[in-house]
C-alpha cells in the first residue's frame, strides 16, 4: 500500500469537506491568506506544492478550513518544503514543548483544533510592588463541528518558585480537571462549557488566574496562538508605571517584532492584533 501524498491528501479532504476551491479561497481570504485558484488547483493534482514561506504559512490555514488534524497537510510537505514549518501543536511557541505536551496529556485537548477564536481579551494588574496580581480573560469561540464542550488554558509562570494561581471560571464555564507542575511553573486547566456546542455555534467565557503572594515579578506578559485569532486585545494596568515598555510580537517563522509604545494617562497600555497568528503577541517593560 502507498503511502498518502500532499496532493491526494488534499483532494481526499476538499471532496469530504464538500466545499469547491473558489469556496475554499474565500475562507482563507477571510483569514487574510490569499491563495489562487490555480495554485490550489495545482497543489491538488500534484503539479506543484507548497514550497515559499507564504505557501507553507497558508497550509496551516487550510488544514483548519477543510476540518483537519493539525499537520494532516504540512507534515506530508517532507523536510525539503517544510524548512521552518510552523508549529501548530498545542506546545507551540512555548520555550520546553515537551515538557508543555507532557503536562497538557492530563486534560482533554480533542476539541481544541475545532474552535475558531472569534475573539481574546486578556486584562493583566500588575500591583504597586511590581508584582503580577491577576488576569482576566476572555474568548469568543466558535464551533466547527458538533461536540466541542471545553477549552483548555495554559498558564506558565518565569518565577518557579512562587505558587502557581487560582483559575477562577467567571461565566459560561466551570472548572474540570486542573493539572500542576510547580516545578515548571505550569498550570493546565479545562474550562468546561455549560453543555456541548453545535457547528456553528458561538460561546463567551471568562476567567481569572489569581497570584498569591508573594507576587512573581512583572516584567512581561504575552499571549501565544498556535491557531489564528481575528481579534487579539491585551490590556496591562500598571500600579507602579514601568520605566520602559515594548510591544513584541512573534511570528510563526520565529521572526520577532519590538516597538516601543506609551502608557495611558491611566498608567495602562493597550494592544489589538487584528486576523493574527500562529504566533505570539505580547508587551515586556522595565523597572
Known sequence: MSLPDFASTLRGAVAARGLSLDRIRDHLARRGVSVSLATLS????????PERRASVAAVAHLEEVLALEPGALSSLLGPAQRGSRLQTGISAFWPVPAVIDDVV??????????????SQHDRVAVGPERGERSYVSRQVLRAEEDGPDRWVVIMHLDEHDRPLPLIRPLHNCRLGRVVTRPADGLLVAELLFRSPLRRGQTVITEHELVNHAPYPPATN????????????????TFDALPRTCRRVVQDADGTRRTSGVRLDEGGSVLGVALKFGPGCYGFEWTW
Not at 496529556?105 to 472569534?118: A, E, K, M, N, P
Not at 491557531?227 to 490590556?235: I, K, S
Request: hydrophobic share 25%; net charge positive; no cysteine.
Open 105 to 118: 496529556g492530563g486534560v482533554d485537548t480533542r476539541w481544541d483544533s475545532r474552535l475558531t477564536r472569534i
Open 42 to 49: 495545482y497543489w491538488q493534482t500534484g503539479r506543484s506544492r
Open 221 to 236: 506578559y504575552s499571549r501565544k496562538f498556535r491557531r489564528p485569532v481575528h481579534e487579539y486585545v491585551l490590556e496591562v
